[in-house]
DNA sequence: GTCTATATCAAGATAGAC
DNA sequence: GTCTATCTTGATATAGAC
């Protein structure tokens, strides 16, 4: 078992190393903070990723596959149709404002190490958003559209990420009524409700709206 | 005219900044690089700018600026009615993929410098962008449209900036027209289009569309 | 595999001449 | 206002003991 062991540990040092991140920022992602936070000396942690770039290689490709499988996950829990994965990311990542805490948080992590450390190293990230990108946009739906709900939803989290904008309840079940209403108007098979209004009132209720 | 050269002289030096971020990446943005970008000394650069987070900070403060009094312009350039500032987005930042090379490769330039350096310097940023949401999204429209529409600019720019899927002519044209027709579906006033193919029919040909 | 000690270097910032 | 020279710090990385 000490391949087991071995992996386990070197997650354990990604994870100090997104901590520092999250509570840091990346300026402070260093070899010495990442050390520590993991309760380990710097030298040790050296062992492990004998340099800054493979660690933060190590980051991308773990969140990278982490973001790949959440999707995945959550297109299989999708009905069939059009649209399944546009359905799908919307579901999974507008559902409410708690899902702007954990996958997401770590994604971001690793793509901006990887900005400021060496941004050829985002590169798994880039391949996994090529294959969403492919999936979204070969999805059944008139052109534009899952490309749009996709960039939407980045949108939000680069709002979320940098500060430029409060990402709350209210503003992810707002754009996500309304990515849906452009979604159910642009299947023919599934016609659009009758009004914007009656959009609204119909999402209502089905996520926990603050006051 | 002192003052009025000493403001040409900062330009210059924030214009400096802005090209070796934009050649050479966040990570290179340095007192050095810079002052050689400027053919100056360190010395004299910081003369200018006693820290760096000084020159960060002014690098925010200008580009978010320019990128208000661009959206703005834009605005007053758009016909009157219901979503006038979502229209104005979508006229000024998706008619071409031309547009992602000046403007928008500046404001990323200032913002992840800020990220870098001290996350607390994108708050002028984050000043334009919080007049830029209000305007979005009491402009007429039901809940979460406009947002929508602005949230998927940004998306777009993301995936522009960080590499994450190319941001081409085709793209840019299919998330406009399915932005497009969101925006004309959302307006009682102004009926939808009768499909989404004629909504892409209706677009084509006024946007040089690459081959 | 983990540690301490240290080499090396680059970056931000200062001092003072011109 | 601009320069050169220098100080100081902190970060990556190495060497070698345990």
């Given at each position: 078992m000490e391949r087991a062991d071995t992996n386990k540990l070197r997650d354990t040092l990604l994870d100090a190393a997104e901590a520092v991140v999250v509570r840091q920022g990346i300026a402070n992602l260093t070899l010495d903070a990442v050390a520590a936070e993991a309760g380990m000396s710097k030298g040790g942690l050296l062992h492990h990723f004998p340099t800054k770039d493979r660690l933060v290689e190590a980051l991308v490709t773990r969140s990278a596959g982490n973001w790949r499988a959440c999707y995945m996950e959550a297109y299989e829990r999708t009905p069939e149709g059009p649209g399944r994965m546009a359905r799908a990311l919307l579901d999974h990542c507008l559902s409410d404002a708690q899902c702007w805490t954990g996958e997401l948080q770590r994604s971001s992590s690793a793509c901006f190490a990887a900005l400021a450390?060496?941004?050829?190293?985002?590169e798994p990230m880039r391949a996994v958003y090529s294959d969403l990108h492919r999936r979204v946009a070969e999805d059944g739906l008139p052109p534009g559209v899952g490309e749009a709900v996709a960039a939407a939803i980045d949108g939000l989290w680069l709002y979320w990420v940098l500060g430029l904008?409060?990402?709350?309840q209210e503003l992810v079940v707002r754009v996500r009524i309304a990515l849906e209403d452009m979604l159910a108007r642009s299947m023919p098979s599934m016609p659009a409700r009758s009004s914007p209004k009656a959009a609204v009132r119909a999402a209502k209720g089905s996520g926990g709206h603050r006051s």
């Open positions: 450390q060496n941004p050829s190293l985002i904008a409060t990402v709350n």
